[in-house]
């Protein structure tokens, strides 16, 4: 029970990822499709018009991602109200592009960034890479400007983005996370690390690191969103009488620790921070949005928990998928049959979470169905009623369609959710931007919110600059 107790803990704390291959949560619309007639719910002629389209044309028409070169073309006029909710979804949200091109990182290696040096790519993955390479020289570019003397890393996990700040960089960094294990795993791969650089010296003595090189320095601390935490706070050396002047940071800072970084941002010893957040549906009611008077003026401003989960699916990658039309996305079909057999077998028991079951592509859906009862402790031999999954199983575009409507409004929550912590930030008299500074195909997750206690004028544009 403690192990659970802390697993849930530690997703609490950093939270489940919509990545690469997120496909619906446990509160996904898409999951009550035929329960609650969701197909339904649609005005007719917004049936009529997505009604029969393939995930390439979705991809295309709906969502406005169509492959390069290709050209748009509609079997049959939409009406205005669709057409409208699709352009004013794209008109308001942040635009996600950065600017800055991302194909050559990869080029040669789709899983060896060019732009990192070996040692600082093992054991990490090609989006975090990506990631902590963007966001770590982004905070160099924004300590040199600020005078910072020390970076605190808030939710450092592993310690990637803190060793390539620390020793690839030079930066003077403090790492907080809360999980003891994550640590202890993040202080063995710095050990690593130094003995890798060290060779690396060895065998091209006139590449030798000229700058400074400290270790990160590794605090377990658990941040209390609505408390002010002193470890932050304090200085790894003795300065001069003007004391720590100090930037925080955190990639991808689960839910409520996105709002503890900006909230820790009013204290004196700090001058800058750059916070990438996520898990928007872990945010605390009330508490954790709104954040700014401005937002919570706005008549309707409440999100539900619904409205910010999705708002945590990857949309470009999304559309990729629908693109190459991969029998994988009738795992949305497939699910939403399984809620019918659910309430049928157990009325109460709603949207339960159900692991992942692998290979769903290759399962009929009657079989997939079975284990997912028994994935959620009912029996997976209960007599089901294969015509009506037959039946389900025929309306899969709907079904991808409609999570495909869904997911179209997921850049525009983001967005409300992001301005109001620009403007939580701004009301308070601080100078604060959002930038794309990760590729949404690999990041999806890609806007820093950065902010200053003094202005940076245009020196803010540099921030999101690549390095030739």
């Known amino acids: 029970m403690r192990e659970q107790r802390q697993r849930r803990r530690r997703r609490r704390r950093r939270g489940g990822r919509r990545g690469r291959d997120a496909l619906p949560g446990p509160s996904s619309p898409v999951e009550e499709f035929f329960t609650d007639d969701l197909w339904g719910t649609l005005p007719g002629s917004w049936q009529e018009a997505l009604d029969g389209l393939n995930p390439p044309q979705l991809a295309t028409q709906l969502l406005g991602m169509p492959r390069e070169g290709e050209v748009v073309r509609y079997r049959s006029v939409w009406p205005l109200s669709l057409l409208a909710l699709k352009s004013t979804a794209c008109a308001l949200a942040f635009t996600r592009t950065p600017g800055f091109q991302t194909s050559s990182e990869f080029l040669e290696n789709p899983s060896q960034s060019s732009r990192l040096t070996a040692p600082f790519r093992k054991h990490v993955r090609p989006k975090k890479q990506h990631e902590i390479r963007r966001l770590g020289e982004l905070v160099k570019k924004l300590s040199d400007l600020t005078g910072c003397t020390q970076v605190v890393d808030i939710g450092s996990g592993q310690g990637h983005l803190s060793r390539f700040m620390s020793l690839g960089l ?11 294990r994550l640590v202890e795993r993040a202080q063995r791969l710095d050990q690593e690390l130094l003995q890798a ?8 003595p006139q590449a030798v690191h000229a700058g400074p090189r400290h270790s990160p320095h590794h605090v377990v601390r658990w941040v209390e969103p609505t408390a002010l935490c002193q470890e932050l706070l304090l200085p790894l050396e003795t300065l001069p009488q003007s004391g ?9 800072a689960c839910g409520d620790l996105s709002v503890a970084l900006l909230r ?15 898990c928007y549906m872990k945010l605390s009611d009330p508490g954790g949005y709104p954040l700014s008077q401005w937002v919570a003026g706005l008549p309707g401003c409440e999100l539900p928990y619904r409205l910010r989960e999705g708002a945590c699916h990857a949309l470009e990658e999304y559309a990729k998928r629908l693109q190459k039309a991969g029998p994988g996305l009738r795992t949305h079909c497939y699910r939403a049959a399984l809620e019918t057999v659910i309430r049928g077998a157990r009325p109460e028991l709603r949207r339960p979470g159900v692991q992942g079951i692998p290979r769903v592509h290759e399962l009929k859906i009657e079989e997939y169905v079975q284990r997912g009862l028994q994935r959620v402790g009912l029996d997976p031999q209960l007599p089901l009623n294969l015509a009506a999954l037959r039946a389900h199983q025929a309306q899969e575009n709907r079904v991808v369609a409609f999570f495909s409507l869904a997911l179209l409004l997921a850049p525009l929550v983001e967005t409300l959710i992001l301005l109001d912590r620009l403007l939580h930030l701004q009301e308070q008299g601080f100078h604060a931007e959002l930038l794309p500074i990760f590729s949404p195909e690999l990041s999806p997750r890609n806007l820093v919110l950065v902010a200053t206690k003094r202005p940076l004028g245009e020196a803010f544009s540099l921030l999101e600059t690549e390095h030739s």
């Open 170 to 180: 030079g930066l003077m960094v403090k790492s907080i996370e809360g999980d003891q």
């Open 197 to 204: 650089l060290e060779k690396e010296e060895k065998r091209h």
């Open 244 to 252: 720590a002047r100090l930037l925080l940071t955190g990639l991808h």
């Open 264 to 278: 820790h941002f009013s204290c004196p010893e700090v001058v800058a921070l750059a916070s990438v957040g996520c």
